[in-house]
């Protein structure tokens, strides 16, 4: 009979995989050109360097899209394919790997169709013909999630290296999961300190305190926390008068012309600012002190107004943190390929994500107690991700 029930998951997932790519692939064939921003020329100057020179790894962009492009020689067309291809490959490895984790046997095709009807949603699929660093990186995270599976399945070295491999790679991808992976060292080690997995936890824990500092050191060399100073500067510190008077007494050189450009409500003014400031030979002054001691002001910035740092997330954007409206980016062509509404916002909410996010974040809370006590390592681990993610979105 488990034969039987086993023979009939394999068919039904496989036909529906099946399925979900063509929908995908028929999707895509409808987009009539890609799109491009303002950044897509510079992960195209990236993917024209050698692997092998020092310039591909400390470029104004993280290497990781560049080399993925590589492989299609950057033709736009071949990018579009490579992205959809990946996402297709990646987000139906989750789903398997899902599926076979739930004991249950009931729930293993109802998660494997969750896992992929998520990754329908418009804020997934909408970035393969997109030119920028968003599907390769969706994707890297699905995998990465994929072989966290896996590895608990049974710890064998060789899956812990493919762990690190794709943790890796998806640091060299965005800046930022750096950061994700250095605040899930906290949660590994209180998480598996007690159980089997601990030394591995601990080789995993090391291993992502390095990538961290690693990628420090890269986005450093290659400027790019400079441009995110220079960004905040003109968007956060300039429009407001006890930031500004804050970074004065800290160091920064101001410029009142630009202070008084970057208070203008005109976005397009905050747009002049930025742009002021990373090129213009008058702000020399800031740039050196922004590559000197800028980035340590403005991490001691951030705990020194830590209740506004934690507040405006949410008064600031306006919830845009947690349901921001993307169709911007979509490109010429585009079509939802999930078309009833209620099915779209369950499975990714956009109307109501700042209500779900409390939601989550309570349920996480509640369940973590309960996984300590039953010593359930796989609960309290991926519900104290849930609980970080508000740090990662305030900081």
């Keep these: 009979m488990k034969k039987i029930a086993f023979s009939f998951l394999v068919v039904f997932e496989a036909v529906f995989l099946v399925y979900y790519s063509w929908l995908r692939i028929d999707n895509a064939g409808r987009v009539k050109e890609v799109r491009t921003f303002g950044d897509s020329g ?3 100057e990236n993917a024209a360097l050698p692997i092998l020179s020092a310039e591909f790894w400390t470029d104004l962009r993280p290497p990781g899209t560049a080399l993925f492009w590589k492989i299609v020689d950057s033709d736009p067309a071949g990018i579009f ?3 959809l291809g990946f996402s297709i490959l990646c ?12 004991n249950a046997f009931i729930l293993k095709p109802l998660g494997f169709l969750t896992i992929l009807g998520f990754s329908l949603s418009r804020d997934i ?6 030119l920028g660093s968003e599907s390769i990186a969706f994707s890297l995270m699905a995998l990465l999630l994929a072989s966290v599976l896996w590895a608990l399945d049974e710890w064998k070295p060789y899956k812990g290296a493919m762990v690190g491999a794709i943790a890796w790679l998806l640091v ?3 800046d930022t999961f750096a950061y994700f992976l250095l605040m899930a060292v906290p949660v590994l080690l209180v998480s598996f300190w007690f159980s089997a997995y ?3 936890a601990l080789m995993a824990c090391l291993a992502f305190v390095l990538m961290f500092l690693f990628s420090a050191e890269l986005a450093v060399r290659g400027d790019r926390t400079f441009r995110a100073l220079a960004m905040n500067t003109s968007r956060r510190i300039y429009p407001s008068e006890t930031y500004t008077e804050y970074f004065r007494h800290h160091g920064m050189p101001v410029d009142e012309r630009l202070v008084l450009l970057a208070r203008d409500p005109d976005p397009q003014d905050k747009f002049l600012v930025n742009k002021a400031l990373l090129f213009d030979e008058d702000q020399e002054d800031f740039r050196q002190w922004a590559r000197q001691s800028g980035r340590v002001e403005y991490i001691k910035f951030l705990w020194f107004f830590k209740v506004d740092t934690f507040q ?4 600031e954007t306006s919830g845009q943190s947690f349901s921001p409206d993307v169709y911007y980016y979509t490109a010429t062509g585009y079509r939802p390929i999930l078309t009833d509404a209620r099915l779209a916002e369950l499975l990714y909410p956009m109307r109501f994500g700042l209500i779900y996010f409390f939601g989550a974040n309570l349920l996480a809370a509640f369940f973590i107690p309960i996984g300590w006590r039953l010593q359930k390592a796989v609960w ?7 609980l970080l993610a508000y740090h990662q979105a305030a900081f």
């Design 198 to 200: 601990r030394r591995a």
């Design 91 to 102: 987000w139906g490895i989750l789903a398997y790997s899902f599926s076979k984790r739930l």
């Design 312 to 315: 405006k997330v949410f008064t």
């Design 81 to 83: 394919q490579l992205h």
């Design 125 to 130: 699929f909408m970035w393969d013909p997109f």
């Design 172 to 174: 060299l991808t965005r």
């Design 380 to 386: 309290i681990a991926p519900l104290s991700m849930i």
């Design 42 to 44: 510079d992960y195209f």
